[in-house]
């Protein structure tokens, strides 16, 4: 299957802190999607995005689709203790199914 | 109904049984796909459903694994003969067309002993 690059794998930061997060692929997608799983649910749909350099937001939260369609990367701004959780992207080629990344784990210390 | 229903949301078997996992997804939702998740992994595709056509098995790790898609809507994967690396949560998924985002459930977390 398709490999996406998904850095970090962990973060630790800081209440009221920004952060970035990205994923890459070797390969060009037509959507990016990002995700957030919170233990023992199943992942929550964040930002969807559908054309290459489509910035896009979800309150503190900015998505971004690379111009070379092979990258994407997801800002939290001001986070807060609630933003805690696995964060996944997602990349489709047009085919049926969705290639997830192995998740960057996010700690926020009040 | 309101989101995507699976059950049971745990199993715990014996190694070498057979388990039947099921997924209720949003209702008129045409696509329906089947994940694994391993402990501290990404999300494994294992199989997907759009409407009547032939599903997509590509990702199904065995023979052991096979799933259904009943009248369009209900969806049971059965994994026989379990082995312990089949412990794992399976997360079933809908979305009205194949591009949009899906819309998850909440797994069910296998234990095979």
């Known amino acids: 299957g398709q490999q996406l690059n998904q850095s970090p794998q962990s973060m630790f930061i800081q209440e009221g802190e920004d952060v970035s997060m990205n994923c890459t692929s070797s390969?060009?997608?037509?959507?990016w999607l990002w995700y957030k799983q919170d233990p023992g649910e199943g992942p929550v749909l964040l930002i969807a995005?559908?054309?290459?350099?489509e910035l896009t937001s979800n309150g503190r939260l900015t998505a971004q689709f690379g111009i070379t369609r092979k990258d994407s990367f997801l800002n939290i701004s001001a986070s807060i203790p609630s933003d805690v959780g696995i964060y996944f992207c997602?990349?489709?080629?047009?085919?049926?199914?969705?290639?997830f990344g192995t998740g960057t784990s996010l700690t926020v210390i009040p | 109904g309101a989101g995507v229903s699976q059950s049971p949301s745990n199993k715990v078997t014996e190694k070498g049984k057979d388990v039947e996992l099921r997924c209720d997804p949003i209702s008129g939702h045409t696509a329906l796909y089947w994940y694994r998740q391993s402990l501290g992994q990404g999300l494994e595709f294992l199989i997907y459903?759009?409407?009547?056509?032939?599903?997509?098995k590509s990702g199904l790790p065995s023979d052991r694994f096979s799933a259904e898609r009943t009248g369009g809507s209900v969806s049971t994967l059965t994994i026989q003969r379990t082995q312990q690396e089949d412990s794992a949560v399976y997360l079933c998924?809908?979305?009205?067309?194949?591009?949009?985002?899906?819309?998850f459930g909440s797994g069910t977390r296998l234990t095979v002993v």
């Open positions: 997602a990349g489709q080629l047009g085919g049926n199914q969705f290639y």
């Open positions: 390969s060009i997608f037509n959507t």
């Open positions: 995005l559908y054309k290459a350099g």
């Open positions: 459903f759009q409407g009547n056509s032939a599903p997509d």
């Open positions: 998924a809908s979305s009205l067309a194949s591009a949009d985002g899906y819309t």
